[in-house]
């Protein structure tokens, strides 16, 4: 089947500019989760939804960044006047549930470029 | 607090050789999940193993195998025989019971020459 998907592959966008990242998660999925990498370094966590609500949102750096999941299917990770130090590569992930059945799947992710 | 320390940032062998990546973890969970991701150069994590903290049996898995040792707080990876197709970055993550973040060490860049 179709694994855990992102768009775009690449955003370039201009410092004070508003962004979208789309993840869409394997089929069945309950649980989504966004992490950004940074060059050089592992994924850092962003924030993981349930369901349609965020379960667990303390990796969000500041309240520039929001994420949505209105469905419990897609979800949509906004950032609102971009600087320079978002630029990385946002990485999404889905598993089957949480605790036992926690197995992270992860998409191709978005590099996002912020001149 | 919880941390993953992967100290080897880069290893480098030559193909056939076996090699160890090393990954140290902090909780004070007694609940937990220990995993492995790769990630070759086309940049995508690909899932390899995931340990709960009551399994401390080692597994084997091909050419590789997990060493889970409580009393250390370690989960080493041992990829045997090595191949080029092996060159990539792992990941060593932890996640704790009443939260399903993963926690990532900084990885260490695995390069196999032929």
């Known amino acids: 089947g179709a694994g855990v998907s992102q768009t775009p592959s690449n955003k370039v966008t201009e410092k004070g500019k508003y962004v979208e990242l789309r993840c869409d998660p394997i089929?069945?999925?309950?649980?989504l989760y966004w992490y950004r990498q940074s060059l050089g370094q592992g994924p850092e966590f962003l924030i993981y939804f349930q369901g349609t609500g965020a379960a667990d949102d303390s990796g969000l750096p500041n309240d520039r960044f929001f994420a949505v999941r209105p469905e419990g299917s897609v979800s949509t990770l906004k950032i609102q006047r971009t600087e320079r130090g978002d630029s990385a590569v946002y990485l999404c992930?889905?598993?089957?549930?949480?605790?036992?059945?926690?197995?992270?799947?992860f998409g191709p992710g978005t590099r996002l470029t912020v001149l | 607090a919880q941390k993953v320390t992967q100290a080897q940032t880069e290893i480098s062998v030559v193909e056939k050789e076996d090699v160890t990546l090393d990954c140290v973890y902090e909780?004070?969970?007694?609940?937990?999940?220990l995993f492995w991701y790769k990630q070759p150069p086309s940049g995508e994590l690909v899932f390899l193993i995931r340990?709960?903290?009551?399994?401390?049996q080692n597994e084997i898995s091909g050419r590789y195998s997990w060493n889970f040792q409580k009393s250390t707080s370690s989960f080493n990876f041992t990829i045997t025989a090595s191949q080029v197709v092996d060159s990539a970055v792992y990941f060593c993550a932890l996640s704790e019971y009443n939260t399903d973040k993963l926690i990532f060490g900084t990885g260490t860049r695995l390069q196999v020459f032929p």
């Open positions: 992930a889905s598993s089957p549930g949480t605790g036992r059945n926690n197995e992270q799947f």
């Open positions: 089929s069945g999925h309950t649980a």
């Open positions: 909780t004070r969970d007694t609940t937990y999940y």
């Open positions: 340990r709960n903290s009551f399994d401390e």
